[in-house]
């Protein structure tokens, strides 16, 4: 039970890091360059850098 709790908490951690990270990333690029896209292409990098993180650690066993 303990194993797989800790399991769920990193991969709570692995998606919301990845949308923080990335999203700030386009957030940071849209204010530089004044576009108003790369927020969202950001957050999309995000999720799918986050889920393939996921799937190599956990989806794998």
Known sequence: MKREENALWSIF?????GLIF???????LDSWLGTSYLLLV???VG???S??????RFGRE
């Open 13 to 17: 951690g692995y998606l919301l890091s």
């Open 22 to 28: 990335w999203g700030g990333v386009g957030w940071g």
């Open 42 to 44: 950001g957050l999309l």
């Open 47 to 49: 999720m799918g850098a």
């Open 51 to 56: 889920l393939y993180l996921v799937w190599l």
